[in-house]
């Protein structure tokens, strides 16, 4: 079969495969080597001349492989190249706006012949450019000397705490209920960035809601594996004492006062309050993430991944292309 016929014999496929990777939830970033695997498992029969036993290895893949990529670079153009599925969100304020951040969860560290290492990182390494994971501005070369060393320890703020909550929640999850509310906890946080980055009024109310509901989470979720259950509450305070009387996890009561309390953030969820000022967003967003890490990093957990960096060998197939 030539490439041609090939590609056209595989783009009929793609549309109903890609359509049930959507409905899945499957990863945009991870479609190619599932459509791959699945062409050559299900709908290959046979290989003259060859077999399919390690086709990872063999060169015909390689073609299949790129030529299904080609076709998801067709189909999805800078979505599939530059998917961030593996991108945690943040903002920061920057000439009094918020502005969204795209925090790389891991980096490829260094590449050798036959290999690669990927780093999981809790903090920002030297060799990271923060200044470019803005996704729409600012213009960051304007900014003298001084107010990009500022903005970058504003971005270190952020990076560390969502970098270490992310590995925090790679811990022993006792129920499916725990699996639930531990994938809730990175998404309040991220709903909260997305509010914040809206630069206005009600977003900024809700903002604040998503950011008590994230905190609220991280102590339900630790009592959840502690003790087996948690009251349904949203008083922080009162869930911080009945952490305390357990001896599980202490949180200085002056760092949960400076959240809003379970009053104010109802008011705010149903914007019967002014939302607070930038100033005051700032201080309980960061505060929101600090303490949500400090909770976290309390679950047991059989493994730690902090800084931690893994060895992989390259795709077989990519030889094949070299």
């Not at 029969?45 to 990872?56: F, Q, R, V, W």
Request: charged share 25%.
């Amino acid at each position: 079969m030539e490439n041609q016929e090939l590609s056209e014999f595989l783009a009929e496929n793609l549309v109903m495969l890609d359509k049930s990777y959507a409905a899945r939830g499957v990863n945009l970033s991870i479609r190619v080597w599932h459509a791959a695997t699945f062409v050559v498992d299900n709908l290959l029969i046979k290989i003259s001349g060859d077999t399919k036993e390690n086709y990872l290895e063999k060169a015909w893949f390689a073609v299949i492989y790129t030529i299904i990529e080609e076709w998801y670079v067709m189909r999805y153009g800078d979505a599939y190249r530059f998917d961030t599925q593996n991108d945690l969100l943040g903002t920061v304020q920057v000439h009094s706006r918020w502005f969204l951040l795209d925090i790389p969860a891991s980096f490829i560290e260094s590449r050798e012949s036959d290999s690669f290492w990927v780093r999981l990182p809790t903090s920002i390494y030297a060799s990271e450019a923060p200044l470019k994971w803005f996704s729409h501005g600012p213009n960051a070369e304007a900014l003298s000397s001084g107010a990009k060393s500022r903005l970058i320890k504003r971005i270190s703020v952020v990076t560390s705490n969502l970098r270490t909550i992310r590995l925090n929640l790679w811990a022993h999850m006792p129920s499916k209920v725990a699996e639930n509310i531990s994938a809730q906890i990175m998404k309040h946080f991220e709903t909260a960035t997305r509010y914040l980055s809206q630069n206005n009024e009600h977003s900024a109310q809700l903002a604040m809601w998503e950011i008590c509901l994230a905190v609220e989470k991280c102590f339900k979720l630790l009592l959840l594996q502690k003790q087996g259950e948690y009251p349904e509450i949203h008083n922080l305070n009162k869930l911080n004492r009945l952490c305390v009387s357990s001896n599980i996890v202490v949180i200085d009561k002056r760092d949960l006062h400076r959240l809003p309390s379970e009053y104010e953030a109802m008011k705010y969820r149903y914007a019967e309050t002014q939302a607070p000022t930038l100033r005051r967003q700032w201080q309980i967003y960061t505060i929101g993430l600090e303490i949500g890490n400090a909770i976290t990093q309390r679950l047991n957990r059989k493994y730690q991944f902090y800084d931690s960096a893994f060895q992989f060998r390259n795709p077989p197939w990519q030889k094949k292309l070299a």
